[in-house]
């Protein structure tokens, strides 16, 4: 496989998206943001038809531009996807790339007052972006939402807390069943923060700034935990409020906030199975040998949507070969398959 980039059959307008949601938000990050929208082969031929449009959120780190990163014998997802529809292997699709970066590494793409409000940017200014722009199927049951890892918790918790906006979901890896995937992660930091940081962010913070991010040990996972709190469990005036003490023991309150957000539990409540109910289509996956354990959070998952009442016609799950890294390969699979669930029938 050649290392340089390929023609597409269809193409990517990179737009960029002027929000007034994220203007002013806690952090100073930008209110302008990049927002990449491929365009199926065939979109620039027919142009009354209109498409189904799927929405892409990237896990914790990511943001739009990494989309065109290559390495070595591998194609980039928006390769791979170009080429599924190219062969036409699902109806075709407007697939949306959506930035939600913050200067911690990711927003869970939830409002909160310790990130921003970037749940609604999303739901709001994101997709009436897209529908005032591109001819799509202005509608919930032709709208999904896709992601994996922190971009796969986006997925199912953005689709439960709006379902009138979204009508499927994929998950690959998706951040869930925190009481087994977390802990581990605050075991970790704790030890960081007493060992060489006097038990103190605020130390580690100053420390951070006189030197490039990554030249010690332990700061992804420093950045990654306060990240986590910033979006689960930040104060009314932006306090991030952790969620163990310095001895790494969960403080309950704290903690609940996190559990409250876990997709898992979610699931479980009469709302959040309504709006799985309602989904058109349910995608969920994950390595079986995924390092953060999130191959137990999708099988929790997939048995909470069965709780549900979703039949399991609408619903794939799966559990397959591989660790929580380089699993791009799976994005069109699931993509796809919303797709085929989202293009328009007889009754719609």
Sequence with gaps: MLPWSSDLVGRIDRQVIVSTLLRDNPLGDPAERPLWIYLPPGYDADVERRYPTIYVVQG??????????????????????DAMFARGEAPPAIVALVDAWTSLGGSQYLDSPGTGQYHSYLCTEVVDWVDGHYRTLAG??????????????GAMVTAMLRPDVFGALATH????????TIPRLVADVARLLRDRYDGSYETFFADLRGRVF?????????????????????EPDGTVR?????????????????????????AGEPRYAEALRSMRAIWIDAGRRDDYYLDLGAAAFRQAVAAAGVPDPQVHFELFDATHAAIEYRYPLAIAWLSDRLAVRGDD
Excluded: C
């Excluded at 890896?173 to 087994?180: R, V």
């Excluded at 952790?242 to 539990?265: H, K, N």
């Design 173 to 180: 890896a998706g951040d869930s069943l925190f009481e087994i």
């Design 242 to 266: 952790l969620p163990m003490d310095g001895a790494g023991r969960l403080i309950p309150e704290v903690w609940q906030r996190w559990l409250d957000v876990d997709p898992v539990r979610m």
């Design 60 to 81: 914790y780190t990511g943001h739009v531009g990494m989309w065109g990163n290559r390495t070595a014998f591998r194609q980039p997802f928006p390769e791979l996807l």
């Design 214 to 234: 990554g030249t010690k040990e332990g700061d992804g996972k420093l950045m990654e935990l306060y990240a986590y709190a910033a979006a689960y469990s930040a």
């Design 140 to 153: 919930r049951d032709h709208r999904g939402i896709t992601g994996k890892s922190s971009g796969g918790y």
